[in-house]
């Protein structure tokens, strides 16, 4: 079992940045992990961001947010950041960090049903 703790929501002004966290603990995060990361808005779907694998620190990002976003992970303190850059209104959503271990391809991960493990979600605000 893996537990998910996301941190670092908030009300942001646009135009500012932001840095998400995602603390994972229980079982050992093994090489063949994936962590990714999803948003929902108010009355949307939850909806892929990016994602990251543990080993390689291969890099998936959603192409609606391909270059504002950076996913980074530091195995050492079994965490995965996200970093979002030039916040727009539209990024508010509650962001959850989910993981898996199950295999697959760059479509695969872009997924809700892909990942076996989720946080509980961390609000973000983006005021205009």
């Known amino acids: 079992q893996v537990q998910l703790i996301e941190s670092g929501g908030g009300l942001v002004q646009a135009g500012g940045s932001l840095r998400l966290s995602c603390a994972a603990s229980?079982?050992?995060?093994?090489?063949?992990?994936?962590v990714g990361w999803f948003r929902q808005a108010p009355g949307k779907e939850r909806e892929f961001v990016a994602a990251?694998?543990?080993?390689?620190?291969?890099?998936l990002y959603s192409d609606s947010v391909k270059g504002r976003l950076t996913i980074s992970k530091n195995s050492a303190e079994s965490t995965v950041s996200l970093v979002i850059n030039t916040l727009k209104p539209e990024d508010t959503a509650v962001y959850y960090c989910?993981?898996?271990?199950?295999?697959?391809?760059?479509?695969?991960?872009?997924?809700?049903?892909?990942?076996?493990?989720w946080g509980q979600g961390t609000k973000v605000t983006v005021s205009s």
């Open positions: 989910a993981a898996t271990s199950r295999p697959g391809g760059p479509q695969w991960f872009s997924l809700v049903n892909a990942y076996d493990y």
């Open positions: 229980g079982r050992s995060i093994s090489d063949n992990v994936v």
């Open positions: 990251i694998n543990w080993k390689g620190s291969n890099t």
